[in-house]
Structures are given as C-alpha cells and as structure tokens.
C-alpha cells in the first residue's frame, strides 16, 4: 500500500499536487485520463481511477487430512464468506466418494460456488458468478422467512402440519442468501473499488450482516416452532394469538430495515424523521411481545414441554425482530448524520 506526502503547489491562486508516478503506471492513467475525486466526511479526499478492474487473486489451497475432513462444511463456509474466489482442497490420499458427495452437496448451497476440476487428489472450486448487488439478495432473504413465519401462523390457527416439511425446506434458502450477504459485505469491504460501484459504505455491511444472521436466526426458530406443534394435540388459544402479533412485529420490522432505502415521494429530512419514529414503535412492539412470551413461558399454567418449547421458539422470534428494529435505527440514524446534503 503506496503512503507518500506531497507539497501543495500553487497556480493563479489553485492548489495542486503531484500524483505518484508508479501509481499512474499501474492503473494505466495518461494525461488524457480522469480520477474520481470524493470528500470524506472527517476532511480527505479519496483520488480513485474512473474504471478499475478487481485484482485477481490466487486460488486458496488446503492440503486436508482426515481430522479435517470432518470440517469440511466449515472450511467451505468460511472461504465462502470472507470472499475467496477459488478454492483448492487436496489430499495426500485419493479423495473418498462420500468426502466428494458433502463438497458437491455444499456447493449447492454456496451460490456462484462452482466445482471446476476434480481429480483423484483434489477439488477446485471457482467463484463463477458475477458479484451482485447486496440489498436485493437482502430483501429475498426478509421474503422467504416472511413465507415461512405465514406457515407457522397457519399451523397455530389450525394446529395443522401437513406444510410444515415444504415450510421447513425453505430453511435453506434464508441460509444461502445469509451466507450470499456476508459474502458481499466482505467483499466490498476487502474491494474499495467494488464497493463504490454498488454505492455501500462500510457501516451498511455491518447492518446487512447482522440483518441477514437474526433473520437466519429467526428462520430456524420457526422451523423449531414448527417441529414441536407436530407434537400438541391441541393448540393454546394464546399462541394462535400471538402468533398474529408475532406477523405484526416482524411485518414492522422489515418495514423500518428497509425504510431509510425507500423512495417515500417526500423531502428526506421528514422522511428520515417519519421513519425514526416508527423504528422506535416497531422496536417497542417487539421487545413487550418478547417479554410477553417469556413470562407466559415461566408461568406456574400447566404446559407441557412441547408446548414451553413452542413459546421459546416463538419469544426467540421476538426477540429477533426487536434486534432488527435495533439495527435499523442505526442505520436511520446514520443517514441522518452522514447523508447527502439536504435542500429545504
């Protein structure tokens, strides 16, 4: 990394400095050529080249053993996540089928993950895909758990379970789009470049990152609610109703997450203003649900263990939207702080 001082030079009362010469040699910048030149809040000024390409970066190898090979899933999700674009695993014996089956199994749900090349010995892995924009693959994520929250409100309505096994198998999904964002947060924060083109700021990874694992978590849980009301013969009038305002919390916590990116057709201070407010109304909603069900969950009622698991699974749920509230109005706050200027 190139750190160099420069004295300010003066021109018919401008100020001008000298770019390092190796630094136009390596980005291929001529006299004819143009930079981008922003401000940063605390007073620098950033000077990047108008087009750059992501430096290619060498394959990641692991020589594994059979301990390892017991952590396979693990070695593929954190290469994933921190943004390796290829992957060599190599053994010092042929590598066993079952071994090839976890990997390809994986793999699948590693999205732009390819297997390019195998052999006896090895398995390379290559990122195929074209590095996509965060918030959409976001919004699908808030979605799919959306659908899945919907079947388990079903299932306490009716005390019905015959989706739970399609509801249970959209699980995955909300993994591979939490795996998806980590993965492009890292990569924007490791690609300053990268990160200027989708317009994402270094606090935004941290919001989408966290955003993305409660909502994971929030998934799992449902799928845990889910497992346990197979087990009840009769459903508790109180968790059907709760399970409404379960919807509710979370319906409110999408809304305000995603709040401070919406197009509201008014001037963007109010709408910054409208929006902290029901940040905060979404935060206390779900924290008194959350204290709700877990007094309920303590209570001296005679509840069976299937049904005190169902109302942890549920308070869990709760809690959860309360941290996405949370982490909402950080991120409303923050625009608020460092946005652009505003014309009244």
Same mark, same amino acid.
């Given at each position: 990394?190139?750190?160099?001082?420069?004295?300010?030079?003066?021109?018919?009362?401008? +100020?001008?400095?000298?770019?390092?010469?190796?630094?136009?040699?390596?980005?291929?910048?001529?006299?004819?050529?143009?930079?981008?030149?922003?401000?940063?809040?605390?007073?620098?000024?950033?000077?990047?080249?108008?087009?750059?390409?992501?430096?290619?970066?060498? /394959?990641?190898?692991?020589?594994?053993?059979?301990?390892?090979?017991?952590?396979?899933?693990?070695?593929?999700?954190?290469? /994933?996540?921190?943004?390796?674009?290829?992957?060599?695993?190599?053994?010092?014996?042929?590598?066993?089928?079952?071994?090839?089956?976890?990997?390809?199994?994986?793999?699948?749900?590693?999205?732009?993950?390819?297997?390019?090349?195998?052999?006896?010995?090895?398995?390379?892995?290559?990122?195929?895909?074209?590095?996509?924009?965060?918030?959409?693959?976001?919004?699908?994520? +808030?979605?799919?758990?959306? /659908?899945?929250?919907?079947?388990?409100?079903?299932?306490?309505?009716?005390?019905?379970?015959?989706?739970?096994?399609?509801?249970?198998?959209?699980?995955?999904?909300?993994?591979?789009?939490?795996?998806?964002?980590?993965?492009?947060?890292?990569?924007?924060?490791?690609?300053?470049?990268?990160?200027?083109?989708?317009?994402?700021?270094?606090?935004?990874?941290?919001?989408?990152?966290?955003?993305?694992?409660?909502?994971?978590?929030?998934?799992?849980?449902?799928?845990?609610?889910?497992?346990?009301?197979?087990?009840?013969?009769?459903?508790?009038? +109180?968790?059907?109703?709760?399970?409404?305002?379960?919807?509710?919390?979370?319906?409110?916590?999408?809304?305000?997450?995603?709040?401070?990116?919406?197009?509201? =057709?008014?001037?963007?201070?109010?709408?910054?203003?409208?929006?902290?407010?029901?940040?905060?109304?979404?935060?206390?909603?779900?924290?008194?649900?959350?204290?709700?069900?877990?007094?309920?969950?303590?209570?001296?009622?005679? /509840? =069976?263990?299937?049904?005190?698991?169902?109302?942890?699974?549920?308070?869990?749920?709760?809690?959860?939207?309360?941290?996405?509230?949370?982490?909402?109005?950080?991120?409303?706050?923050?625009?608020?702080?460092?946005?652009?200027?505003?014309?009244?």
């Amino acid at each position: 990394m190139l750190i160099t001082t420069r004295k300010l030079n003066r021109v018919r009362g401008s +100020f001008y400095v000298y770019l390092p010469k190796q630094w136009c040699l390596d980005y291929n910048l001529t006299s004819d050529s143009e930079v981008r030149i922003q401000e940063g809040a605390d007073g620098t000024l950033l000077i990047s080249p108008t087009s750059t390409k992501p430096k290619e970066r060498d /394959y990641l190898r692991f020589q594994v053993d059979d301990v390892i090979k017991d952590q396979i899933e693990n070695l593929l999700i954190g290469a /994933y996540i921190v943004g390796v674009q290829g992957l060599n695993i190599g053994t010092s014996r042929p590598l066993d089928m079952t071994t090839r089956e976890r990997i390809s199994s994986w793999i699948r749900k590693l999205p732009g993950f390819e297997i390019l090349d195998e052999h006896e010995k090895s398995v390379t892995i290559s990122d195929t895909s074209e590095k996509q924009v965060v918030l959409p693959v976001l919004r699908r994520q +808030f979605s799919t758990t959306k /659908y899945m929250l919907g079947g388990l409100l079903r299932a306490l309505d009716t005390g019905e379970t015959e989706e739970t096994s399609r509801i249970v198998s959209r699980d995955e999904d909300v993994d591979r789009h939490r795996y998806f964002v980590e993965r492009l947060c890292h990569i924007a924060l490791h690609d300053p470049a990268y990160a200027r083109r989708i317009s994402i700021t270094p606090s935004d990874c941290l919001h989408f990152s966290l955003a993305a694992k409660y909502i994971e978590r929030i998934a799992d849980h449902v799928c845990g609610a889910l497992d346990e009301i197979a087990n009840v013969e009769t459903v508790d009038p +109180f968790l059907a109703k709760s399970g409404k305002g379960l919807a509710k919390a979370y319906d409110e916590a999408t809304h305000t997450f995603f709040s401070s990116e919406a197009d509201r =057709g008014e001037k963007r201070r109010t709408a910054l203003t409208k929006a902290s407010r029901e940040a905060f109304e979404a935060l206390v909603s779900a924290k008194r649900m959350s204290v709700r069900l877990s007094k309920r969950e303590t209570s001296k009622r005679s /509840y =069976g263990p299937h049904e005190v698991l169902i109302l942890f699974h549920m308070e869990r749920i709760a809690s959860y939207c309360s941290d996405i509230g949370e982490v909402a109005i950080n991120r409303i706050i923050e625009k608020r702080i460092h946005g652009p200027s505003i014309v009244e």
